[in-house]
């Protein structure tokens, strides 16, 4: 990313949506804010937990430098409610995307950055006693296949932390590294 580059994301309901279909998601990247120089087409899935608003999406512009003149961004998706009473749910969620030629390719993600347990009660408790975690992402200096690796933190400050190395395949970053389902739950 240069100051000469702009990153454009929307999701949109297209024409005859129906609700729980999924949402359309564009990301573009442009230079000098007109030309568009790499863009990726996809879909934001939709279930009763999802709920795309005109505020759900947020560029990500951190410094995840992943190679030699290699810099990725993040598209973080704040759609996902949790469920009354349910005994645990995640939140916003990060993808890290590069460029590759007149594409976006998704090398992370996405991956909920916030998740939450109840350990007594349930949610609906009158005084609920709950674990969160919220996730980190850091650029290790070790690399594979290129790319330097990823440390995924998840850390709450009522539970144990839980850390991940997630080393680059070649495409993306391995997805079975770990998850919010490693996270422990009392």
Known sequence: MNKNQTIAAMAFKP?????????????????????????????????ATVYVTSGSLTIDTARYHL???????????????????????????????VRDGATLRNVFGPTPTYYIAARQ?????????????????????????????LIIRFRSDSAENVECRFAYDGRRYSSDACSVADIPVR
């Open 15 to 47: 024409p005859g949506y129906q609700e729980f279909d999924n949402i359309p998601l564009v990301i573009t990247l442009l230079e000098n804010e007109q030309r568009v120089v790499a863009k990726l087409v996809s879909e934001i899935s939709v279930d």
């Open 121 to 149: 009660g349930g949610l609906c408790a009158d005084v609920p006693v709950v674990d969160e975690w919220r996730m980190h992402v850091l650029v290790d200096k070790k690399a594979t296949r290129g790319y330097h690796d």
């Open 67 to 97: 190679a030699e003149g290699i810099r990725a961004f993040g598209l973080r998706i704040n759609a996902t409610r949790i469920p009354r009473c349910a005994d645990a749910g995640t939140g916003e969620e990060l993808a890290l995307y």
